[in-house]
């Protein structure tokens, strides 16, 4: 017995519905939801700043290092104290293990290896948000509006041996220090799944003399989401992973190429969590220190 056939037309149909159906949600949360819940936070003065989020890892001739700057201080030079910087500290399973804190001085840069707050071998994932100084409102330009959602720019460095790599924060946090608790209120901050749920970074990596490829996709929203990663050689699928992950929960992929690939190229796809949350790559070849990449 042959099998309901859905006319191509059908299936366009539904996929334009759907995609409409996202945006009229992502249209409301941004325009309706996101703005009751920040005038509600803000009655006592707080405000919504999110989180820079990264990926960290330490062990086995690797470490990580975070590098903030006091960017208030440079959108108002009049300012004279010191930014706040608190973070959490997530393993690979989305479980918090470490909570860590720090200030900037005007002007300053606040440098943290993460090997000196973990003290143990690992990955996972890292937030940090960066407070403005007490001072800041106070003397504020014009140009910074306090009633509009801050997000904290960090940067990373990835030591491999003796390459070092840095990298800035792909996406921001929905769980963080000055973000509200509420469950109901974090699913509102999470943006809808974008309409395209396959991500291809525009970039092809050459086989030869490539003896391995790690590839990092993190959970960056505050609600559990499905990823997957998915590596191609010519069009044809390799190697592929995919796990329903819970908020800040990690998946990874190791891929070693064959002999006889060594003159085709590599590509990968990804799905995205939110919708800048790209993967991290480390990627080794023959004679050469491992390189830390993200898409």
Request: proline share 5%; net charge positive; hydrophobic share 40%.
């Amino acid at each position: 017995m042959r099998g309901l056939q859905i006319p191509d037309i059908a299936r366009k149909g539904a996929r334009t519905t759907l995609a409409v159906m996202t945006a009229a949600k992502e249209r409301l949360r941004t325009r309706v939801f996101f703005p009751a819940v920040y005038q509600r936070y803000a009655k006592d003065g707080q405000r919504i700043i999110f989180p820079a989020l990264h990926y960290w890892r330490v062990g086995q001739n690797f470490d990580s290092i975070l590098l903030l700057n006091n960017s208030y201080s440079v959108m108002n030079p009049l300012c004279t104290g010191y930014a706040r910087v608190k973070g959490r500290i997530y393993n690979a399973d989305g479980r918090q293990i470490q909570k860590f804190d720090s200030e900037v001085e005007p002007f300053g840069t606040v440098v943290m290896r993460i090997s000196n707050i973990v003290r143990c071998m690992g990955d996972g994932v890292l937030t940090a948000t960066l407070f403005p100084p007490a001072d800041f409102f106070e003397h504020r330009t014009a140009s910074f509006d306090r009633e509009e959602a801050h997000r904290t720019t960090a940067y990373m460095g990835y030591e491999l041996g003796q390459n070092i790599s840095y990298v800035h924060n792909i996406e921001t946090a929905y769980i963080g220090d000055s973000l509200p608790a509420n469950p109901l209120v974090q699913r509102i901050l999470v943006p809808f799944h974008s309409p395209r749920a396959v991500f291809t970074p525009n970039l092809s990596l050459p086989l030869k003399g490539m003896q391995s490829i790690e590839i990092i996709a993190i959970n960056s929203a505050a609600r559990r989401r499905h990823l997957m990663i998915r590596v191609l050689v010519d069009g044809k699928v390799r190697a592929e992973s995919h796990k329903r992950t819970m908020p800040f929960e990690v998946l990874a992929l190791r891929f070693v190429p064959r002999s006889e690939d060594s003159s085709k190229s590599l590509r990968l796809a990804t799905y995205l969590a939110t919708g800048n949350a790209k993967p991290y790559f480390i990627v080794k070849y023959e004679g050469q220190e491992a390189t830390f990449h993200h898409s």
